[in-house]
Every structure is written in C-alpha cells, then in structure tokens.
C-alpha cells in the first residue's frame, strides 16, 4: 500500500515565482491536509479539503496561497510571487472518513520550499 | 497562544533511561493524538487515546489520556536512541472544528 506521496521533496524558488506542491493521499482517502512547519514551531494548519470542496481554509493565507483537490490527480498547493517569508516544509496528509472524527492524519514526507 | 502545550520542549537523555513528555490543554479533547516525527520526515502516528483515563502501551511507550481529556503524557521506559525525534501531540477540539490541532511538539535525543 502506498503511503501519502508528495513532490517534489525538495523545491529552490527565487523570490516573485510560484510554487506547486502535490499531493497525492493514501489509496481510499478522500480527505486532505496541507500543514506548514517551520523551525522551533509545531504543525500550522492550513486547509482542509475533500474531492473538488474546500471544506475550511481559515489557515491559509488570503492572498497568494490557493489549494484545490480535483476529482481526478492529486491536491495541488500553489503559491504565488514567493516570499523568503514562505521557506518552510509543507506537510500533506490524508485520512479515511472514519479518521475525520478521531483526528488521525497519516503524512507525507513533507516539500521543503526554499525561496531565495 | 497555543492550544496545546508540550514541556519540556527538549530533552537529552542517556541510554537506558526513562522519560515523561505532557501535552496541557485549557480545552476538552475528544481523541488525541501522539506523533514521532524524524529529521526531514513526515509525521508519524503512534497512537490515539479517546476515553478519560485510559492507558494504552506500545511497547515500551505508555501512553495516558486525562480523565478530564485535557491532558496526556507519554511515559518512555529505557529509552534508546532509537527513540530519537520530535514527539508531537495533536487532536480535533470538542465542539467544533474536527481540524487537528498540534502542539510544538518534545524534541527527544537519546545518546548511545
């Protein structure tokens, strides 16, 4: 079984370009997770998604940040005219229906953006 | 402020030693969460406790919920340096969002 799958691992943006983080979720999931992460701090959430909704995004940026979760393909989060601000691991995860109740998130191994 | 709060927020042990994490929080939980994560690494699940007051053990990891579900702590017996990482605890808030919510998390080292 294949875990949560996330590309790329590693990503070098300069400054003004954009970012595209995937994101695909554990066979038979159909609930994601973007969460960031910086040094000394813990997981920040961002938004959460199902199949083609948007269930809440109240952590994420307004501007510049957007996610989607097609029917088809993974979850895509784009970032748009980075900021050195925006360097930081991008964790995604996934659960089952029966995981959204008891919070239980399985994660990829993160993108780590760094914007020079 | 933090929903939930995770002391110590390091901790460098010698082999064979034992160790207590805790993860305090002013709200009620409804289930709760403990992650290891590893140097550039996702998070991983350990376990999730749900009923106040129970006790689960993977095991040499011992893992309780308060009874008022407010609180947990990790218990690590005989630590190894195996056992090296970041110890996060996280869990959806009663009464509203079902977002998980994580605290800044115990960066355990285990020296050989």
């Known amino acids: 079984n294949a875990g949560v799958m996330q590309n790329p691992r590693h990503l070098v943006r300069r400054r003004g370009q954009e970012a595209r983080l995937r994101c695909s979720p554990m066979?038979?999931?159909?609930?994601v997770y973007w969460y960031r992460q910086l040094p000394e701090e813990g997981l920040k959430f961002m938004v959460y998604?199902?199949?083609?909704?948007?269930?809440?995004e109240s952590g994420m940026p307004k501007e510049r940040f957007s996610a989607e979760f097609p029917k088809e393909g993974p979850s895509i989060l784009r970032i748009q005219q980075v900021v050195r601000g925006d360097s930081a691991a991008y964790f995604c995860a996934s659960s089952p229906q029966t995981g959204v109740n008891t919070g239980e998130l399985f994660f990829g191994e993160g993108s780590r953006l760094t914007v020079l | 402020t933090q929903l939930l709060e995770q002391s110590p927020q390091f901790l460098s042990i010698q082999e064979g030693e034992n160790l207590t994490v805790y993860c305090n929080s002013s709200?009620?939980?409804?289930?709760l969460q403990w992650y290891r994560q590893e140097p550039g690494e996702g998070p991983v699940l350990l376990v999730t406790?749900?009923?106040?007051?129970e006790v689960k053990k993977l095991k040499r990891l011992t893992f309780q919920f308060g009874d008022a579900r407010k609180d947990s702590s990790l218990h690590i017996t005989a630590a190894q340096p195996g056992d090296t990482g970041l110890y996060l605890c996280?869990?959806?808030?009663?009464?509203?969002?079902?977002?998980?919510?994580f605290g800044r998390g115990t960066s355990l080292i285990v020296h050989p």
């Open positions: 996280a869990g959806p808030a009663s009464g509203g969002s079902y977002i998980p919510t």
């Open positions: 709200s009620v939980f409804s289930s």
């Open positions: 066979k038979g999931h159909s609930h």
């Open positions: 406790v749900v009923t106040g007051g």
């Open positions: 998604l199902q199949k083609e909704n948007i269930i809440d």
